[in-house]
Each structure stands twice: as structure tokens, then as C-alpha cells.
């Protein structure tokens, strides 16, 4: 996990994150991803009908052995750009987890009664996902982004099941959302500090 965000950019990352048009696309991310993590509670609200699956609760630790037995993966792990973890690397993880968490939504979707708010937030996933591979072929020099997301494969037999599944892919997705939050704002030049967490 990201917990803490570079004060100024690294000297390896050089002249491309001070770059305007990297600095355009990374703020235009960063505005995405903030969207994304304000609909997420209004999404989760509309979708849980199950009063003991709740966003911030002490109780969702507990869930950890369902998530497995269900099939949820677990994203990829963001952290801090260093010497060790370099920004393409970030980047690819970045849209590796977008891609895990918008294919999770699609195959919770259908058994979902608000269909609308996931269809929306994933939309919103996929237009960050866009944004993130933009960055991915400035770092890179070939344009060629492969995805390497494996075909998803839930066990839901019951509405509970697709309940959980739909609260433990929010979570996630918050959680990761977060992470992506730090690490966009150790790249940004702008030197903002608004209170984004």
C-alpha cells in the first residue's frame, strides 16, 4: 500500500512527469479516480440490501475467508515509486486492478436490482482505465498495452453470495482507489494540496 506520497518527483522519472501533457492526462486521472471513490459509497448503498455489510466496519475482516471461497482476487498490490518500483510499473498494476474490479462488477451486475449505479461506476472505471494506458504508452516506447487479467469465475448460489461479492468488490475497489489517489498525487506538479485522501 501506498502510506506515504513523494514530496517531489525522483530523479529517475525525469523530464516525462514534468511534462504537460503527462501532467493533463495524470490530472485528468486523478479527477476520475477521486469520481469513482465519491460514487462508491451511493453505489454501495443502492446495491447492499444486507444490514451487516457495511463500508466501514470492523466486521468486514471477518469476510476475508468468503472472498476466497467465492473467488474474488485480490488486486495488485500500488506502491510508492522508487528506485524498485518504477512508474511503468505503477501504471500497470493500476490497470491491471481497474480491469479486475470493472470485469468483477460486470459479473455481479446482472443479479444486482441497481443496475444503473454499477453500470455507471463502471463506466467511470473503464474511462480511468483509458486514461491510465495513455500515460502507459508515454512511459513506454511501444504503444502495446497487454492486459494480463485472467478470466473471472465467481461462485454465487445464493443472493447472499452476490451481496458479499458486490460489498468485498466496493471495498476493494475503495481501498485500491485510495492507493492510486497517493501515488498520482507523489507524481503531481502542480504542487496542489488539496485534501484528497
Request: proline share 5%; net charge negative; aromatic share 4%.
Given at each position: 500500500?501506498?502510506s ?60 476475508v ?93 445464493g ?39
Amino acid at each position: 500500500m501506498a502510506s506515504t506520497a513523494l514530496s517531489a518527483p525522483l530523479p529517475q522519472l525525469g523530464p516525462l512527469v514534468e511534462d504537460l501533457h503527462f501532467q493533463e492526462i495524470l490530472h485528468r486521472s486523478r479527477s476520475l479516480t477521486q469520481k469513482v471513490l465519491l460514487s462508491i459509497p451511493d453505489t454501495h448503498k443502492s446495491c447492499i440490501h444486507t444490514q451487516t455489510l457495511q463500508l466501514n466496519s470492523s466486521e468486514n475482516v471477518k469476510l476475508v475467508t468468503m472472498a476466497s471461497t467465492i473467488g474474488i482476487p485480490h488486486p495488485p498490490v500500488l506502491k510508492a515509486i522508487s528506485e524498485n518500483f518504477t512508474l511503468e510499473s505503477s501504471l500497470r498494476r493500476m490497470h491491471e486492478g481497474l480491469l479486475l474490479h470493472r470485469g468483477l462488477l460486470n459479473f455481479v451486475s446482472p443479479r444486482l436490482e441497481a443496475r444503473n449505479k454499477v453500470t455507471d461506476l463502471m463506466a467511470d472505471i473503464r474511462d480511468l482505465a483509458v486514461q491510465i494506458v495513455k500515460m502507459l504508452i508515454l512511459v513506454q516506447s511501444e504503444a502495446a498495452v497487454q492486459s494480463t487479467t485472467a478470466p473471472l469465475s465467481l461462485r454465487l448460489p445464493g443472493d447472499y453470495e452476490v451481496q458479499v461479492a458486490t460489498h468485498l468488490t466496493l471495498l476493494q475497489l475503495q481501498s485500491f482507489g485510495q492507493d492510486m489517489v497517493r501515488v498520482f498525487r507523489s507524481l503531481d506538479q502542480s504542487n496542489e494540496d488539496d485534501n484528497d485522501s
